[in-house]
């Protein structure tokens, strides 16, 4: 079990660790569940992504290796531009789900759900004229997110955040640290992601809390950010697809482009999206306020129709 840059800093905030994705993560802080996921609606929030994968693309056939790779198209994006897709085998079936930036026209960064993810993309890069890197180890991600997450952030960024468009990131210093900072986020509100070197992770923490004192600022462990996603209707790989799933199912079919030449799963996701699926993802509300838990059957009558495939409690 690895244990990730906030580790300490976690627990100055009464962190609860439990062992998630090879790693030791806060499940909730001494402020609670309900708390950090109010807190993130109402005010500002501060989450340890650090678990992500990240993986950098860079060299003449970058833009090759990334068309291959990923079910959208990347052809038209530029340097500053961010673009979720999913990434499937040959069989049409998801490795993962994904977001990939464009550092410029021959260099792209990978941020996955699993550091497992690189193996697969390294494999299948081999015969283009790229370089490869794991960067997991060495860069790390902190999301600020909430409505009041631009105002605490612009106090300690040396640009001017409302230049950031959705789903777009601009170098940066916070305090005299280089960054990277993206506005998006995991959880369906007003945020950014930070990304930064691990050895900064600690004074990042800081600042960042410090600054968002006057705001209200909370930590967010996992168990906020898992009902928080859960009702944006964010996907979690191993929770609600694998590696037998295929993106139609997982309802990001939007993210799979047949007008590019060519990536891998294309003829297989072509069958499916001609004969359709026999199974989707849907999304429950009970209204009861009974919790679905993880694993719970689905039943119609005494037939089960289903699997829950992520269930919280929402705040």
């Known amino acids: 079990m690895k244990k ?3 580790y300490d800093v976690g627990l100055e905030y009464g962190a609860k660790m439990r062992e998630m994705f090879g790693y ?36 003449p056939d970058a833009l090759k290796v990334v068309q291959l790779i990923a079910t959208n198209d990347f052809s038209k994006k530029t340097a500053g531009s961010v673009q979720y897709t999913a990434l499937c085998d040959e069989n049409g079936l998801m490795i993962d789900d994904c977001t ?7 260099k792209f960064m990978v941020i996955s759900g699993s550091e497992s993810d690189y193996e697969w993309i390294a494999k299948h890069a081999q015969a283009y ?15 600020l997110q909430g409505p009041k997450s631009h105002r605490v952030l612009q106090q300690l960024a040396d640009i001017d955040l409302s230049t ?3 789903y777009r990131f601009r170098p940066a210093k916070i305090s005299g640290i280089e960054c990277i900072i993206g506005r998006m986020g995991f959880t369906g509100e007003a945020g950014y992601e930070v990304h930064f070197a691990s050895s900064e992770g600690a004074t990042m923490w800081k600042l960042i809390m410090e600054a968002g004192k006057a705001s209200g600022i909370v930590p967010c462990a996992q168990a906020a950010l898992e009902s928080l996603r859960q009702e944006a209707g964010y996907l979690l790989v191993g929770n609600d697809h694998d590696r037998s799933t295929n993106p ?12 590019k030449e060519n990536f891998i799963g294309k003829e297989a996701l072509l069958k499916v999206a001609r004969d359709g699926v026999s199974r989707r993802m849907v999304w429950l509300d009970i209204p009861s306020g009974d919790v679905a838990e993880t694993g719970d059957e689905l039943l119609v009558a005494d037939r089960q129709i289903g699997v829950v495939t992520s269930g919280s409690f929402s705040p």
């Open 24 to 59: 030791y993560l806060p499940w909730e802080y001494a402020t609670g569940h309900a708390q950090e996921h109010l807190g993130t609606r109402e005010g500002v929030s501060l989450c340890d992504l650090d678990y992500m994968g990240e993986f950098v693309i860079e060299g």
């Open 100 to 106: 990939i930036w464009c550092l410029d026209k021959n």
């Open 129 to 143: 004229d790229v370089k490869t890197t794991n960067i997991t180890d060495k860069h790390t991600t902190l999301a």
């Open 164 to 166: 950031i468009g959705y």
């Open 248 to 259: 139609f199912e997982a309802g990001i079919g939007f993210t799979v482009k047949f007008s």
């Open 4 to 6: 990730t840059p906030f």
